[in-house]
């Protein structure tokens, strides 16, 4: 009984709705090139700044939509580090962010270079330094081998689990390998971004290793997508969207691996998560901007590092509301030295008191227009 996709005889020769299609790609073809344009004219410190915020959000969220949270700060001094970026002061990252990191950025600055066997099974043993998933030990740099059963997709308690998927026995990995890197280097009639849709379903229905399936899928169409534009440098994150549309993805998966050879629901989905991808963009332009402006107006007053480092974490996004006592811990400083360059700032202008609203004080960026006016 056919029950999933892969079992069809006509796997994996896919069929789609072209027409149906045409218009999204077009759009998503269109938004590629406009973004690539605004970011190429871009001075060299800001294109840089672009880029190192969306691959530390590519990386991060990858791992979150797994439910593996990575440490924002060590996943940034990794990209950076490995760019040659200089962000002042690094944070040491653990063997398992600069897998991740190192994964990543093979796949998207190396994106020229042909997906093989070899790249494979780099990338995973990049994913997995310790050999273990948790607590649980995998083969790493290795194909599955369903020694302790069938390679299942899952969720509910234990004992009654509901099956969302069942991979292809191991016995048939290397020929459904072997098969997936041909079509991936060969076959050049697909425009690169519907490959990289059908290269990301195609690779995590035959979910070759015991852990990483879906990291890896997505870091194919990441490469995928770079040769769609020719380019290196990634101004947005398409594994940051799935992540926020993580239920859909879930969903669209789950009813295309079940369903029959014609992919066009997933292509459709794929295609519009990939343009507000590239629409959310737009954000981190605003960001990095905001972030160039407030330096230009601040040239000329005077900070020690310790407020040009929290400066720079409330620019970026800081998490929660700001404290004297988060302030001592971000700069490893005591309170009395934290309240006092706290409250020179805000002599300055630069930060304000929030209206009270519990039992400490917190304190947020002045806005823009507010702080140009700062004097030193």
Same mark, same amino acid.
């Given at each position: 009984?056919?029950?999933?996709?892969?079992?069809?005889?006509?796997?994996?020769?896919?069929?789609?709705?072209?027409?149906?299609?045409?218009?999204?790609?077009?759009?998503?073809?269109?938004?590629?090139?406009?973004?690539?344009?605004?970011?190429?004219?871009?001075?060299?410190?800001?294109?840089?700044?672009?880029?190192?915020?969306?691959? +530390?959000?590519?990386?991060?969220?990858?791992?979150? !939509?797994?439910?593996?949270?990575?440490?924002?700060?060590?996943?940034?001094?990794?990209?950076?580090?490995?760019?040659?970026?200089?962000?002042?002061?690094?944070?040491?990252?653990?063997?398992?962010?600069?897998?991740?990191?190192?994964?990543?950025?093979?796949?998207?600055?190396?994106?020229?270079?042909?997906?093989?066997?070899?790249?494979?099974?780099?990338?995973?043993?990049?994913?997995?330094?310790?050999?273990? %998933?948790?607590?649980?030990?995998?083969?790493?740099?290795?194909?599955?081998?369903?020694?302790?059963?069938?390679?299942?997709?899952?969720?509910?308690?234990?004992?009654?689990?509901?099956?969302?998927?069942?991979?292809?026995?191991?016995?048939?990995?290397?020929?459904?390998?072997? %098969?997936?890197?041909?079509?991936?280097?060969?076959?050049?009639?697909?425009?690169?971004?519907?490959?990289?849709?059908? /290269?990301?379903?195609?690779?995590?229905? !035959?979910?070759?290793?015991?852990?990483?399936?879906?990291?890896?899928?997505?870091? !194919?169409?990441?490469?995928?997508?770079?040769? %769609?534009?020719?380019?290196?440098?990634?101004?947005?994150?398409?594994?940051?969207? !799935?992540?926020?549309?993580?239920?859909?993805?879930?969903?669209?998966?789950?009813?295309?691996?079940?369903?029959?050879?014609?992919?066009?629901?997933?292509? &459709?989905?794929?295609?519009?998560?990939?343009?507000?991808?590239?629409?959310?963009?737009?954000?981190?332009?605003?960001?990095?901007? +905001?972030?160039?402006?407030?330096?230009?107006?601040?040239?000329?007053?005077?900070?020690?590092?310790?407020?040009?480092?929290?400066?720079?974490?409330?620019?970026?996004?800081?998490? &929660?509301?700001?404290?004297?006592?988060?302030?001592?811990?971000?700069?490893?400083?005591?309170?009395?030295?934290?309240?006092?360059?706290?409250?020179?700032?805000?002599?300055?202008?630069?930060?304000?008191?929030?209206?009270?609203?519990?039992?400490? +004080?917190?304190?947020?960026?002045?806005?823009?227009?507010? /702080?140009?006016?700062?004097?030193?």
């Amino acid at each position: 009984m056919v029950t999933y996709i892969y079992q069809r005889n006509e796997w994996p020769h896919f069929v789609w709705d072209e027409p149906w299609l045409a218009g999204r790609l077009a759009g998503v073809r269109h938004r590629q090139g406009r973004l690539i344009g605004r970011m190429e004219a871009l001075g060299f410190p800001l294109r840089s700044e672009a880029i190192l915020v969306t691959l +530390t959000e590519d990386v991060v969220r990858t791992s979150e !939509i797994e439910g593996e949270l990575l440490d924002v700060e060590q996943v940034r001094s990794s990209v950076a580090r490995r760019l040659g970026l200089d962000i002042g002061a690094l944070a040491p990252a653990d063997r398992h962010v600069d897998g991740v990191v190192e994964m990543m950025l093979d796949a998207t600055q190396r994106y020229a270079a042909p997906l093989t066997v070899e790249r494979l099974l780099a990338w995973h043993a990049a994913l997995f330094p310790t050999g273990r %998933s948790g607590m649980r030990p995998i083969r790493v740099g290795h194909w599955r081998d369903d020694h302790d059963g069938p390679m299942q997709v899952t969720s509910g308690p234990m004992g009654r689990e509901r099956v969302h998927f069942e991979a292809p026995a191991a016995d048939q990995l290397n020929r459904e390998v072997a %098969s997936f890197l041909r079509w991936f280097e060969e076959d050049s009639s697909l425009d690169p971004v519907i490959r990289a849709a059908l /290269a990301h379903l195609r690779f995590v229905t !035959i979910h070759p290793f015991d852990d990483g399936n879906g990291r890896i899928a997505r870091a !194919i169409a990441d490469l995928a997508l770079a040769r %769609s534009e020719g380019s290196p440098q990634r101004f947005y994150s398409l594994s940051a969207q !799935i992540r926020r549309e993580r239920k859909s993805y879930y969903d669209i998966l789950e009813s295309t691996q079940r369903g029959g050879m014609d992919v066009s629901a997933w292509l &459709g989905w794929f295609l519009n998560c990939l343009e507000r991808a590239i629409d959310r963009a737009e954000a981190v332009l605003s960001g990095v901007l +905001t972030k160039a402006h407030f330096w230009d107006a601040m040239s000329g007053v005077p900070l020690n590092d310790r407020q040009r480092t929290v400066l720079n974490k409330l620019l970026d996004g800081f998490e &929660g509301k700001l404290t004297s006592s988060k302030w001592a811990k971000l700069t490893k400083t005591s309170s009395d030295t934290a309240l006092r360059d706290i409250t020179d700032l805000v002599e300055r202008g630069v930060l304000v008191r929030d209206v009270a609203g519990g039992r400490s +004080t917190s304190y947020s960026l002045q806005a823009s227009s507010k /702080a140009r006016e700062v004097e030193p």
